[in-house]
């Protein structure tokens, strides 16, 4: 069981950045490919980022590609997404979600953060 809570939400103008931290409750945490994922109104949940279990591998969504990067901290249990170029079209819930691979669909994901408001304005 991996519990999950995301933070670093917030309001911001476009063209800023945010942080957005996940920590993972668990002594497994370092088994798990994490991912980001985000909802915005109206709209289905969809892939962001994610990175492998260590690390070593990323991938991210056209949308967000050089403006956005996922890491992660083992040791703290915690995986990061750096937002840099905010746009106003990057408003959304934004998620972290853990999976047993390293995966862009939310259906392969097995436990989720409650979510974290990102608002981005003109």
């Known amino acids: 069981q991996v519990q999950l809570v995301e933070s670093g939400g917030g309001l911001v103008q476009a063209g800023g950045s945010l942080r957005l931290f996940c920590k993972a409750s668990g002594r497994t945490f370092s088994h798990y490919a994490m991912g980001w994922f985000r909802q915005a109104p109206g709209k289905e949940r969809g892939f962001v980022a994610a990175?492998?279990?260590?690390?070593?591998?990323?991938n991210y969504a056209d949308s967000v590609k050089g403006r956005f990067t996922i890491s992660r901290d083992n040791a703290k249990n915690t995986v990061y997404l750096q937002m840099n170029s905010l746009k106003p079209d990057d408003t959304a819930v934004y998620y972290c979600?853990?999976?047993?691979?390293?995966?862009?669909?939310?259906?392969?994901?097995?436990?989720w953060g409650q979510g974290t408001q990102v608002t981005v304005s003109s």
């Open positions: 990175i492998s279990e260590i690390g070593a591998s990323t």
């Open positions: 979600a853990a999976s047993r691979i390293m995966i862009t669909t939310s259906s392969g994901y097995n436990y």
